[in-house]
């Protein structure tokens, strides 16, 4: 394995990195310089590899969590889409429509970029939750700890 070929320095500045620290916060800790650090990160392969492969680890263990809510989180839409209030029922099936790509079937074939398109779905989701939490407050009332304001 590429971290076992790191000294003892360079092994707890990989942890340090991968939480997300600054290079002059890992350096204190080290107890070497920033300019050795940022060397480490950008010109040692050996710590450039340690670095990817332990980054590639993170990504695949988030892909799985996400991969794991996927059922869950449609069985809750489609609970929502049977009985929630009509105007929730109509937000989740569009939001359902735009995220599968079936609602571009009415539109040209001017394809969006799908970064884009996602950022848009997401955008939408949180209007309409907006919209459902003010007609919440306009029936229920707004708790005092809350702050709508922004």
Request: hydrophobic fraction near 40%; include cysteine; charged fraction near 35%.
């Amino acid at each position: 394995m590429t971290e076992d070929a790191l000294s003892s320095k360079q092994a707890l500045a990989l942890e340090l990195v991968i939480a997300g620290k600054y290079d002059r916060e890992v350096a204190e800790i080290v107890g070497v310089t920033r300019q050795q650090v940022n060397r480490w990160r950008n010109h040692d392969r050996v710590f450039m590899e340690a670095l990817r492969a332990r980054r590639v680890l993170i990504r695949e263990h988030h892909i799985d969590r996400i991969n794991q809510l996927i059922d869950r989180s449609l069985d809750t839409l489609e609970e929502e889409l049977e009985c929630g209030p009509t105007h929730q029922r109509v937000s989740i099936a569009k939001f359902l429509l735009r995220l599968s790509g079936m609602s571009g079937y009415a539109k040209s074939d001017i394809e969006k970029n799908p970064k884009q398109e996602f950022i848009d779905v997401l955008e939408d989701a949180i209007r309409d939750a907006n919209v459902d939490i003010q007609a919440r407050y306009a029936i229920e009332g707004k708790p005092d700890d809350i702050d709508t304001n922004g």
